[in-house]
T-cell receptor, first 110, second 113 residues
Framework: EDQVTQSPEALRLQEGESSSLNCSYT??????LFWYRQDPGKGPEFLFT???AGEEKEKERLKATLTKKESFLHITAPKPEDSATYLC???????????FGSGTRLSIRP | DTGVSQDPRHKITKRGQNVTFRCDPI?????LYWYRQTLGQGPEFLTY????????KSRLLSDRFSAERPKGSFSTLEIQRTEQGDSAMYLC???????????FGPGTRLTVL
């Protein structure tokens, strides 16, 4: 059964303190791995899609990487406005639905 | 293009009442998805339409839940005889053609008293 596990559940950083969020996944065949950002009371905002091991994508202070078993979201020199819940999700090649992890709540202190 | 829209944004109802939510996808997106999200959890898949055809339903979707997408445009999600356990954020997403990225709306927050 497809499964997505994110760690840590919560992460508090000082402004400028770089770190990484982890997403471990199990699928029979990966069609794509997604990262979303979600602010309280709002819908998830699309960030990245990764399709195959070794792929990397960047957007501002965020960089997503993918291996055959996990993905990392690296955040470099974060700012308070980067505070949000970051969700990882996968789509199995045999299905059209996305399976989400529970997310990592990121808090950046000024 | 204003993105995926959902209406209402908030709904408070009493247990046993019926509620209906509406989702307008991004124009020309032929796929539309419904998810449910509870506090501290990621969204859970409920159902999926390609154009007007409902192609997949989750086992989470009990007989009290029904979704439609007439004419392949907007979609409605109806919950009959609401229960307190139905309280959640209901999210709609859409995607286009062969692209697998799903774009989400702001959600409808349902509170069942």
């Amino acid at each position: 059964e497809d499964q997505v596990t994110q760690s840590p559940e919560a992460l508090r950083l000082q402004e400028g303190e770089s770190s990484s969020l982890n997403c471990s996944y199990t699928v029979s065949g990966l069609r794509g791995l997604f990262w979303y950002r979600q602010d309280p009371g709002k819908g998830p905002e699309f960030l990245f899609t990764l399709y195959s091991a070794g792929e990397e994508k960047e957007k501002e202070r965020l960089k997503a990487t993918l291996t055959k078993k996990e993905s990392f979201l690296h955040i470099t020199a974060p700012k308070p406005e980067d505070s949000a819940t970051y969700l990882c999700a996968v789509e199995d090649s045999s299905a059209s639905k996305i399976i989400f992890g529970s997310g990592t709540r990121l808090s950046i202190r000024p | 293009d204003t993105g995926v829209s959902q209406d209402p944004r908030h709904k408070i109802t009493k247990r046993g009442q019926n509620v209906t939510f509406r989702c307008d996808p991004i124009s020309e997106h032929n796929r539309l998805y419904w998810y449910r999200q509870t506090l501290g959890q990621g969204p859970e898949f409920l159902t999926y339409f390609q154009n007007e055809a409902q192609l997949e339903k989750s086992r989470l979707l009990s007989d009290r839940f029904s979704a439609e997408r007439p004419k392949g445009s907007f979609s409605t999600l109806e919950i009959q005889r609401t229960e307190q356990g139905d309280s959640a954020m209901y999210l709609c997403a859409s995607s286009e053609g062969a692209n697998i990225e799903q774009f989400f709306g702001p959600g409808t927050r349902l509170t069942v008293l």
